[in-house]
């Protein structure tokens, strides 16, 4: 059986210099980024970033073996600053 390696993805969306969005997807347990004019796009370049990534970095793996799956969370904050609830 083939070992399972799992990496983190997070998107944002933000705002380009000119006011237009852009989607920015983080690979939080590499530390890369890529970005797209949509989710698809956003997903499909840092896919291609991180194999190019571990295609240089092929140490990285080990780091990387896990029988879990990441866990995420987002906590909503209020104006006052002030983490209320996680959401989800």
């Known amino acids: ?7 983190d993805i997070v998107i944002n969306k933000e705002k ?4 237009g969005p852009v989607f920015v997807a983080h690979c939080l ?3 890369i980024a890529s970005q797209g004019k949509d989710t698809d796009e956003a997903v ?5 970033a991180i194999e ?25 904050v209020t104006r006052s600053a002030k983490a209320t609830c996680i959401v989800g």
């Not at 295609?55 to 990387?64: A, C, G, I, N």
């Open 1 to 7: 059986m083939e070992k399972k390696y799992y990496v």
């Open 29 to 31: 347990s590499l530390g």
């Open 44 to 48: 499909k370049n840092i896919k291609e």
């Open 52 to 76: 190019l990534y571990l295609e240089e970095q092929p140490k990285k793996y080990d780091e990387l073996l896990s029988d879990e799956l990441p866990l995420f969370s987002v906590v909503e």
């Open 16 to 19: 380009l210099s000119n006011g």
